[in-house]
């Protein structure tokens, strides 16, 4: 994607009602074709607390080849809170 299609899609995401951003920022984090998009996805599932955007950002995440995208993906982890990482499913320690 281009600058402006990528600037265009935040856009279109950020204008819909909070429940329907969601569903779009899960389908997101789990892409990495464009790579802005999985880190914004990520940021906004953290901030929303959302429980199923965390196993996604785990499982798409902190197990992808980028440095870039795995801090991202750390960043959100730390917005979900020690209790919330420790307790999920995702996690195989």
Not at 35 to 41: C, G, I, N, V
Request: charged content about 30%; some cysteine.
């Amino acid at each position: 994607m281009t600058v402006d299609q990528i600037a265009a899609e935040r856009k279109a995401i950020a204008v819909l009602p909070k429940a329907d951003q969601i569903p779009k920022w899960r389908e997101w984090a789990k892409r990495d074709d464009v790579q802005p998009l999985q880190e914004d996805a990520f940021a906004n599932l953290a901030w929303a607390k959302d429980e199923a955007g965390l196993n996604t950002i785990i499982e798409h995440g902190l197990k992808h080849t980028e440095h870039k995208i795995r801090n991202r993906a750390a960043q959100a982890l730390s917005d979900y809170g020690t209790r919330a990482v420790c307790g999920s499913s995702s996690l195989d320690w």
